[in-house]
Every structure is written in C-alpha cells, then in structure tokens.
C-alpha cells in the first residue's frame, strides 16, 4: 500500500503565497517522476508543473514565474511553493508520484487533494 498525504493548502489574499507538501509513503523501492496538478470548479484537471528524480522541472505557462516544484528524495517528498498568487490559482491542488513497489510493480498515485483559495 501507498499514500500521498498532502498539507498546505488554505485561504490566502492575492498576491500572497502557500508551500504545498506532499510525502509518499509505504511499501516504496523508489519514487520517480512527481506533479502537481490542480482542477477549478467546473473545469478539468490541469497539470500544474513535474519533477524528475534528477530535478528536471516543467510548468504549465500560466504559473512559470511564480511558482517553484521542489523535491527531497530522500523523504519521498514533493514541495509546490506558490508566489503572487493570483485568483485564477483557487483550485483543488493533487499531487502524483510514480512509484516503483518493493514488490516490483509500478503504478502512478494520486494524493486527497488540497484546497487553496485565492481572494482578490
């Protein structure tokens, strides 16, 4: 079994800024490629931004600038900081871990999903 536990969500003015945890945990050999990726109300999940194992990093163009993908290998943790936030940021934010088992099998995992609103 795997679980994705993700904090850091919460209410914040524009402008200001959140850092979203997310850690991986149970019967992992090693974790690969980890995302963000977040769904507005009444729209469909977008990827927000990705991370190698190496720290290659990728964003989707709407948040380059001013948000950071960051990873501790050896926590299994991904961290998304968040800067100058704007209200089109408000969405639920889930992260993705690619994770080979201690049992050999690989599968993608997805956590709960964290809110974060963003008031103008």
């Known amino acids: 079994q795997v679980q994705l536990v993700e904090s850091g969500g919460g209410l914040v003015q524009a402008g200001g800024s959140l850092r979203l945890s997310c850690a991986a945990s149970?019967?992992?050999?090693?974790?690969?490629?980890m995302a963000w990726y977040r769904q507005a109300p009444g729209k469909q999940r977008e990827w927000v931004a990705g991370?190698?194992?190496?720290?290659?990093?990728n964003y989707v163009d709407s948040v380059k600038g001013r948000f950071t993908i960051s990873r501790d290998n050896a926590k299994n943790t991904v961290f998304l900081q968040m800067n100058n936030l704007k209200p089109e940021d408000t969405a639920v934010y889930f992260c993705?871990?690619?994770?080979?088992?201690?049992?050999?099998?690989?599968?993608?995992?997805w956590g709960q999903g964290t809110q974060v609103t963003v008031s103008s």
């Open positions: 993705v871990a690619d994770i080979l088992l201690s049992s050999g099998g690989a599968n993608r995992y």
């Open positions: 991370i190698t194992t190496r720290g290659n990093r």
């Open positions: 149970g019967s992992i050999f090693t974790v690969n490629y």
